[in-house]
């Protein structure tokens, strides 16, 4: 794929496929401008392109002036490789090695390491009185929606963001966003009971089934496992395990696609890099 200056892409000069050759009336050259369109990114009032992704935390502003250079940044679909090129990062969609660029500072997303006991709801009161998830954000100006949910027994990583658009895809089926948990149960679970849950089970409200499975540990009296899904339905890990006869005694999310709980501790935030942002955006077509 060729660009001009200011990201307007070159038509390209391919032999004609059978699909192309429609009629003479021109239709064929409508079909390829239509598949390959000129479009002129730059907005004069805008900022410099490598000073965007600078600001995003992509690289440094030179690192940055490599990637246009080398053709590895699109806007709007458009290969730049001009670094005189003005954007508007609030309103065009800015990619790197095909990779969605968070540029949009008024939207913000938290990583939560919810503490067991702590209602998953926005409200900061709650009608048991228990503590909930809103109050770790409280000091904030957004609004924020937690993505998905865990149960107020289970603990772990949490995403709250005020992207509404962004929490509403990361907890659609369609997605099929993988999350991994630390799974302990009461007893020595059987290499049997994990053979069931890789092939799939069959619960109350349909199918069920892990998409990885992982032994870690038998202290004597519990096990722990290390489990992924994608399946984001009620109370999901608990009850796969209750039915093949080993109940949870504690549940951990440790990841939610490619966000990791890693050093965040129990009841403490962690505001995602733009990066990291990105990466969840990608993931979900965004």
């Known amino acids: ?36 369109p000129t479009v002129d990114v730059h907005v004069a009032d805008g900022i410099r392109l490598q000073k965007v992704l600078a600001s995003a935390g ?5 690192a940055c002036e490599e990637l246009i250079a080398d053709g590895r940044v699109e806007v709007d679909g458009q290969i730049v490789m001009e670094l005189g090129v003005r954007v508007d990062p609030n309103k065009q969609v800015i990619l790197v090695d095909g990779m969605r660029v968070h540029t949009d500072e008024s939207k913000v997303t938290v990583a939560l390491n919810k503490p ?20 770790y954000v409280y ?20 995403l709250l963001t005020n992207d509404g658009e962004l929490a509403h895809r990361l907890t659609h089926p369609s997605y099929e966003v993988m999350k991994t948990y630390l799974v302990q149960v009461r007893g020595n679970i059987t290499q049997g009971a994990g053979k069931k849950l890789l092939a799939g089970i069959t619960l109350d409200d349909g199918p069920a089934k892990l ?6 540990d038998f202290n004597g009296k519990e096990s722990q496992v290390e489990v992924r899904l994608h399946e984001g339905r009620n109370r999901i890990v608990r009850r796969m395990f209750e039915h093949v006869g080993f109940p949870v005694t504690r549940l951990v999310r440790t990841q939610f696609g490619p966000i990791r709980i890693d050093t965040i ?12 942002v990105g990466q969840l955006m990608g993931l979900v077509g965004l």
């Open 1 to 36: 794929m060729s660009t001009t200056r200011g990201g307007r892409r070159k038509p390209a000069h391919h032999a004609p496929t059978r699909q192309g050759r429609t009629s003479a009336d021109g239709s064929q050259s409508q079909q390829r401008k239509k598949s390959q």
């Open 58 to 62: 992509v690289a440094s502003r030179r």
């Open 116 to 135: 067991a006991g702590v209602v998953s709801t926005m409200a900061l009161e709650e009608p048991e009185g228990r503590p909930t998830v809103a109050e």
């Open 139 to 158: 000091n904030r100006s957004e609004r924020f929606f937690h993505v998905g949910r865990l149960d107020t027994d289970s603990e772990g990583l949490l």
């Open 211 to 216: 998409d990885s499975y992982r032994f870690i």
């Open 265 to 276: 501790r129990p009841g403490s935030t962690r505001v995602l890099s733009n990066t990291e």
